[in-house]
């Protein structure tokens, strides 16, 4: 919607593509590693090959991988995690503006529930809190410009969509 909105080009996250996501869901600590290592080259794949549209919008920011990796990842692990991210990362250019939706936890649930990915039903409260915390910590991780939205229980797309771009318009004209 937003990238119809700006006359933008659009990239949007394949999860499917992902093989070791399932896993990861099911016995975290033996598969966090290549899991988080899979997002960083899926993603950097994904950007490098539209790196020529002047404008994108994407559902993903490299910021991201490093948000999850720092929650998931431990000594040695974390250390090949981040020499892979930063030297990947660094060929890209790093998101312009970048706005993270804060739903409440339960708002959150509900839609991964209504997703109905198998493998996201059995993930507990306490890892989506970790994740939230993990996500305020690296925000300046995300782009050069964070913003952070907070949406409802109960509003409407539309009405988070039209602060999402009340949000985006501004900061992409003061960039211009």
Do not use: W
Not at 122 to 127: A, D, N, Q
């Amino acid at each position: 919607m937003l990238a119809d909105h700006l006359s933008c080009g659009v990239l949007l996250e394949q999860t499917a593509d992902h093989p070791f996501l399932a896993e990861f869901y099911s016995e975290p600590s033996q598969n966090a590693l290549e899991t988080e290592l899979g997002f960083v080259l899926l993603h950097y794949h994904r950007l490098k090959s539209a790196q020529a549209e002047q404008r994108l919008v994407t559902d993903f920011s490299p910021g991201k991988d490093l948000v999850f990796g720092k929650m998931n990842l431990q000594g040695t692990d974390f250390e090949l995690f981040n020499h892979v991210y930063r030297a990947l990362t660094d060929r890209l250019n790093k998101p312009r503006v970048a706005i993270y939706l804060d739903l409440p936890l339960e708002l959150l649930m509900e839609r991964i529930r209504k997703r109905g990915r198998p493998y996201e039903q059995g993930i507990p409260k306490s890892y989506l809190e970790g994740l939230r915390e993990s996500y305020f910590a690296n925000l300046s991780e995300l782009g050069q410009t964070v913003r952070v939205v907070k949406v409802e229980a109960g509003e409407s797309v539309q009405a988070v969509f039209g602060k999402v771009v009340g949000v985006a318009e501004r900061d992409i004209s003061d960039k211009t």
